[in-house]
């Protein structure tokens, strides 16, 4: 089975600044997804960037991009110009490739702050 | 389109009652899960489906039990309520074709069990 590990229980950024939030995944699959998704404090899960395994180049989402080393299988956020509104819970999630209903595993979450 | 819906959003049960939420999609997707989000564990999958009529285990089924009848709705049952089940439970969908097949998430509906 696959795990999925964010040793990072909490983070703290100044707005503006840049954080980096840090997953790693255990698969023996070559291909599969990555996500990571946003929880704001109205609970809502919001997706912020998705990575398929065979893509070789970092997938990026405005502010938002992931650093994707599949050998060392990890995959970490990089949120730059850091915002107010970025504050949450973000969960990594692993997905294995179609067949398996699509089922998603999750990390444990980083709380991020961001201080004025 | 109101996506994924939950109802209802809070909901405060005595051990041993039964409950029923309920979980409503208008994106014709095949796919629909139940997940559980305790403290310092992320979410855990309960029990998913992938299609009408068709129902399945996840990570921890013990406790809950669902139905889906129809395409749109996917029905978790708690039959005798425990402390242990206090807990914010999310519903999911995703279609079925390949692809990223990204889960849409409800607003969760937080459950207290006294």
């Known amino acids: 089975a696959q795990t999925v590990t964010q040793s990072q229980p909490e983070m703290s950024v100044q707005e503006a600044e840049t954080v980096t939030l840090s997953c790693t995944y255990d698969?023996?699959?070559?291909?599969?997804?990555l996500f990571w998704y946003k929880q704001p404090p109205s609970r809502q899960m919001i997706l912020v960037i998705r990575q398929e395994a065979y893509k070789q180049q970092n997938a990026t989402e405005n502010r938002f991009s992931v650093n994707f080393q599949k050998a060392a299988k990890s995959f970490s956020l990089k949120i730059s110009d850091s915002q107010l509104g970025d504050a949450a819970m973000y969960f990594c999630a692993y997905r294995s490739p179609t067949g398996t209903a699509s089922k998603l595993t999750f990390g444990t979450g980083t709380r991020l702050q961001v201080t004025l | 389109n109101a996506g994924v819906t939950q109802t209802p959003k809070f909901r405060v049960l005595k051990t041993g009652q039964s409950m029923t939420l309920l979980c409503a999609q208008d994106m014709n997707h095949e796919y629909m899960y139940w997940y559980r989000q305790d403290p310092g564990m992320g979410l855990r999958l309960i029990h998913y489906?992938?299609?009408?009529?068709?129902?399945a285990k996840g990570e921890v089924p013990d406790g809950y039990n669902v139905s889906r009848l129809k395409k749109q709705n996917f029905l978790l049952g708690l039959e005798s309520a425990a402390p242990s089940q206090t807990s914010v439970y999310f519903c999911?969908?995703?279609?079925?074709?390949?692809?990223?097949?990204?889960?849409?998430f409800g607003p969760g509906t937080r459950l207290t069990v006294l």
């Open positions: 999911a969908s995703s279609a079925r074709a390949g692809g990223y097949n990204e889960q849409f």
């Open positions: 489906s992938v299609g009408e009529g068709t129902t």
């Open positions: 698969t023996s699959e070559s291909d599969y997804y």
